[in-house]
Every structure is written in C-alpha cells, then in structure tokens.
C-alpha cells in the first residue's frame, strides 16, 4: 500500500506556518497574552506582535479587557458554515418543507455569518400567491432580519457586543431598528417570548416571523423563518410562531 507523501518543506511557507502556530495554541488555551504566545511558541515577541496584530485585523483573534487574545467570532463563522454544508441543510430541509406546506408560506434557513451578516443557506418555496423567494446565499444585516435578531438575542454578550460596535444601524424602511439601545430592547424581547419578528424592517409589505435553532449548550447555530406578505402574515402570526416552535424544537431533538 502506498504511504501518504509528506509535504515537501521546501514549498512551506515559515510566516503562514508561524502564524497557524500561533492560532493552534488556543486550542488548549482560552486567552494569552503576547508574552505568553511568544513564550509558548517560540517565536520572538516582536514577530508574534505582528502577527496578533494581522490576524485581529482579519477577525480571526480578538483582544479583551485584559489586553490578551481570543479567538475571534471568525473562527465560529467558519466553523457554522462548515457545519452547515456537511450536515445542517440536510438533516433540516425536511422540516422546512413541513413548515411550508401547513402554512402556505415561504420557510427559511439562516447562518450568522462574520458576526454581522444572516445567510440564507436553505429554503422551502411558499404554496400562496405573493410569496417570497430569496436567492440562496443572500446576506443582509442581522438586525434587520427575524433571523438574525432570533440568532443574536440568543448569543454571548461578547458576540452582541462585537456587533454593536461594527453596525451603524442606518435604516431600510421607517420601521428598521435604529439604535443599539432599541436594539438590545428588541432581543430582551426575543428572548422572554422566545422567537422573532421582521415587521416590514428590511422591505416594505413583507413580515417574518423567527425562532432560533440551539444546540445542547443553549448556544445559536441557526434560525428557521416563515417570510410572507405582511397582511398575511399578521392574520395567521399565532398560527405561524405556534408552528415553528413545534418544528424547532423537534429540529433540536434530531440534532442531540
């Protein structure tokens, strides 16, 4: 049987190679310093300051109010997206799929992405006339969506956090969410009643209701919707949330 070559070191790169070094430590440690990274690497403090300094630039690390790293939330956007291409999609279409035909209305899935952006990773097209069909790969601002508010109310105060300090909140329509304290009043919300709501906040006419997907920690991994005409929507809305409760929670189980 023929043995699996090697890579030849000659076509290594030694500053990616040090930098991959560098983000394999926090896999056994929670947070270090510069000090101790340069410590535990054996690479000197000067070059491990330049390379702390790259990868928090790129969202990969992030310092905290100790003045040390952590991995930063583009570790667990990968990682969502990985997750969801392998096993999400398939294991909850299905499920959509039931959504869609006891009510009539377009079902989605959706990924935070980066932190910052909902993904529409997975669908189950509406029966009723007007119904929403967002493209597959779609992005938009977590706040503005049923989705991404049901992801984030869910989420650790330091990924909250992190996104209050990269949005502006400028406004889609007169009833887009406008600032972080109404916000954060919004996911108060959200958490006490335990799903989500996109009241014509990102397009006129159209309303979505959302409830979050958690894993055994109680932590986000994703959010089905069910998106339609607002009128629509709002005659039907106890129906709508009674629904998707009922199917997250028999998604959750699956997934356990």
């Keep these: 049987m023929q043995e699996n070559k090697q890579p030849d070191k000659k076509y290594i790169l030694s500053s990616l190679d040090n930098a991959l070094c560098i983000l394999n430590l926090f896999i056994s440690h929670s947070e270090l310093s510069t000090s101790e990274i340069s410590e535990l690497s054996g690479i000197n403090k000067s070059t491990v300051f330049r390379f702390l300094v790259t990868l928090e630039n790129r969202g990969f690390l992030i310092r905290n109010e100790k003045n040390k790293y952590q991995l930063g939330l583009k570790f667990y956007s990968l990682g969502q997206l990985v997750y969801t291409r392998m096993e999400l999609v398939s294991i909850i279409h299905p499920y959509l799929e039931q959504l869609t035909k006891k009510n009539g209305e377009t079902s989605h899935l959706c990924i935070l992405e980066n932190g910052y952006h909902i993904v529409f990773v997975d669908k189950a097209l509406g029966t009723l006339a007007l119904k929403m069909d967002t493209p597959l790969g779609m992005r938009q601002p977590a706040h503005l969506t049923g989705s991404g508010k049901a992801i984030l109310a869910f989420e650790s105060e330091q990924t909250i956090n992190q996104y209050l300090k990269y949005t502006d909140f400028d406004p889609k329509t007169s009833s887009s969410i406008r600032s972080a304290k109404e916000f954060l009043a919004n996911l108060d919300e959200i958490r006490s009643r335990g799903y989500a709501c996109d009241e014509e906040e990102f397009e006129v006419g159209l309303t979505c209701y959302a409830v979050p997907?958690?894993?055994?920690?109680?932590?986000?991994?994703?959010?089905?919707?069910s998106s339609g005409p607002t009128t629509r929507m709002i005659t039907n809305q106890n129906q709508h949330i009674k629904?998707?409760?009922?199917?997250?929670?028999?998604?959750?189980?699956?997934?356990?």
């Design 243 to 256: 629904s998707l409760t009922a199917i997250s929670k028999m998604i959750q189980q699956k997934l356990t």
């Design 213 to 225: 997907i958690l894993d055994v920690s109680g932590r986000p991994i994703a959010a089905i919707s």
